[in-house]
């Protein structure tokens, strides 16, 4: 049997469909896929078929009928909104097939998609749009009345309402009203290139607001064919079984229970079924009793999860004794699974393997990836790097380090971002010796080239897959008069990975209760602390004036503990 190394190096060879070149992007020097699609265009367009796609509540939509509706929608977006190459359309919804259709759209124009976090509170709604500044918003009705209640919304942009219930805002259009019949079959004529921008993802910092990570239609194909050369690279190592070729399997179905706009669920859940032909079943939010009946209806064959999904379904199959036989693939995203979490999809489903990967909003989704017997042999690695990207771990001093050594990991290639949208303070700060992106994490490369990442630079808490910065949280909770000073860090959760705690030092008497009814109007729901702790003196700091916010987040680690 073939090595890895030995794979991916026949696969990527001359004359082969993953032929990889060296090549100039950007400024940058990459490994680039040959054959690569010009653009997400003619991917779309090269996958067009009769097969269903789409599948949301009662609704269904094949491939065909969803190119039509985005081309329909895209001649409208050049012809009466005026949106040009370059210019940015926002879109705030749930996990509507508009969501889709309309990324299908802006992108086939060479327009960016801007993908807006459909958590958000007003305020952040406002501070991405007039960051942003879109010419067009695409939004549900949820997202016009969080929008509408705010005292400082952002003007300039005409506004697509998309399942309206109520009067849209003056001069809005309503959907059905801009996708109608009769459909467009083709995509305006608009040359669009490998190295234009195509979307932007808001990623938060560890302070302040989120930032704007732009990736090129290079950056978003690069991933996707990543994934699929080391799925065949799986194949040739014998660490999966190919399907055989006779007869032919049936039509692959990917369960969609992520955001859309969050990076995993808009490249490995929804863009990777183009290639692959998959069906895509959307649901409008996780319930584990409506995701099982879901899987064994539509027969579900790949699902990526948060590990708290992952433990939803986990639970669900031991209390029922429900096996799922449909399911091939359990991947993961967004945070670390615990080890035994591993070894339960092993033991639990029927034929589900388990499968994960480290990535990043700035990365597409890509970095590494583990799978099946690799992932039960080590499950608490991310996997190994892929064929188009390099990483290093280094020191402080921003020099590699031997493997086996604790250092920041850095990554570069081909899908990784363009950079910030009109923040130059923050691609100098985060691109380092030209090409590496600094990711803030703290990994560990072992002798096989296997990636374990065991702690985390950048101030962050990844609850459930989202990130949250505990900067911003920490400057809501100081608004509060009875608040003095707060640190914010994440504790232990074993369903979402981590929890947001706060530790408090407080000049007045005041409530858990009263805290998160405050924070109400200022945070989205997932940022608010689960957890407060309270003292009525100065927060303890270093010899650079710093809270030591290590030592209070051990000690309330202890404390949840019960140790």
């Excluded at 608009?190 to 932007?200: C, E, F, G």
């Excluded at 860090?489 to 998160?516: F, I, M, N, Q």
Aim: proline letters at 5%; glycine letters at 8%; hydrophobic letters at 40%.
């Amino acid at each position: 049997m073939v090595t890895r190394e030995q794979a991916l190096a026949a696969l990527t060879a001359t004359g082969q469909p993953y032929e990889i070149n060296n090549i100039e992007a950007n400024g940058r020097h990459i490994r680039a896929f040959k054959n690569a699609p010009r653009n997400l265009r003619q991917l779309f367009a090269e996958t067009r078929s009769d097969k269903e796609f789409l599948v949301y509540e009662d609704e269904r939509y094949t491939f065909e009928e969803t190119w039509q509706r985005a081309a329909t929608l895209a001649h409208a977006l050049v012809n009466e909104f005026g949106v040009k190459k370059g210019d940015r359309v926002a879109v705030s919804m749930r996990n509507y097939p508009e969501w889709i259709m309309s990324y299908m759209a802006v992108s086939s124009i060479g327009a960016m998609f801007v993908a807006m976090n459909a958590l958000w509170t007003a305020d952040e709604m406002a501070y991405g749009l007039t960051m942003s500044t879109p010419t067009l918003l695409i939004a549900d009705q949820e997202r016009l009345d969080r929008l509408g209640a705010t005292a400082n919304a952002p003007s300039g942009f005409a506004i697509i309402g998309v399942r309206a219930t109520k009067a849209l805002p003056a001069g809005a259009k309503a959907w059905g009203d801009v996708v109608k019949a009769p459909l467009k079959t083709d995509m305006p004529d608009i040359d669009v290139a490998l190295d234009d921008d195509l979307q932007m993802l808001f990623t938060s910092g560890s302070t302040g607001n989120p930032k704007g990570a732009v990736s090129t239609h290079r950056n978003v194909i690069h991933a996707l064919m990543s994934w699929e050369l080391d799925l065949q690279a799986s194949f040739a190592t014998g660490l999966l079984t190919p399907p055989p070729a006779e007869p032919p399997p049936p039509q692959g179905v990917m369960l969609l229970g992520i955001p859309l706009f969050h990076v995993t669920g808009l490249l490995s859940c929804y863009m990777a079924c183009y290639r692959y032909q998959r069906k895509l079943v959307m649901m409008y939010k996780w319930d584990v009793e409506k995701g099982a009946d879901t899987i064994e209806r539509e027969g579900i064959t790949h699902m990526t999860a948060t590990p708290a999904i992952t433990g939803d379904l986990v639970a669900f199959s031991r209390r029922t004794g429900r096996k799922f036989p449909t399911l091939i693939t359990i991947g993961g995203g967004g945070a670390s699974r615990a080890p035994e979490q591993v070894r339960a999809i092993d033991a639990v489903f029927e034929k589900a393997f388990p499968g994960t990967g480290w990535g990043m909003t700035e990365t597409n989704a890509i970095g590494v990836g583990i799978a099946a017997a690799d992932y039960l042999r080590k499950p608490e690695s991310s996997g190994r790097v892929s064929a188009v990207l390099d990483i290093r771990v280094v020191d402080e001093n921003n020099k590699p380090v031997p493997a086996g050594q604790r250092g920041e990991l850095q990554i570069r290639g081909a899908s990784i971002m363009r950079g910030y949208y009109n923040n130059p303070k923050a691609n100098a700060e985060n691109f380092v010796d030209g090409d590496w992106f600094k990711t803030g994490d703290v990994a560990i490369i072992d002798d096989e080239g296997f990636v374990f990442i065991v702690d985390r630079i950048k101030d962050l808490v990844i609850r459930g897959g989202e990130n949250i910065g505990c900067g911003a949280v920490e400057y809501a909770l100081a608004e509060h008069p009875a608040v003095e000073e707060a640190c914010v860090y994440g504790v232990p959760d074993e369903r979402l990975g981590e929890e947001v705690a706060a530790t408090l030092y407080v000049s007045a008497a005041v409530t858990e209760a009263e805290l998160r009814a405050f924070l109400e109007a200022r945070l989205a729901k997932f940022q608010i602390p689960r957890y407060f702790r309270f003292e009525t003196e100065p927060l303890p700091r270093g010899a650079t004036g710093k809270i030591l916010k290590k030592d209070l987040r051990a000690q309330a680690a202890k404390e949840l503990a019960g140790v």
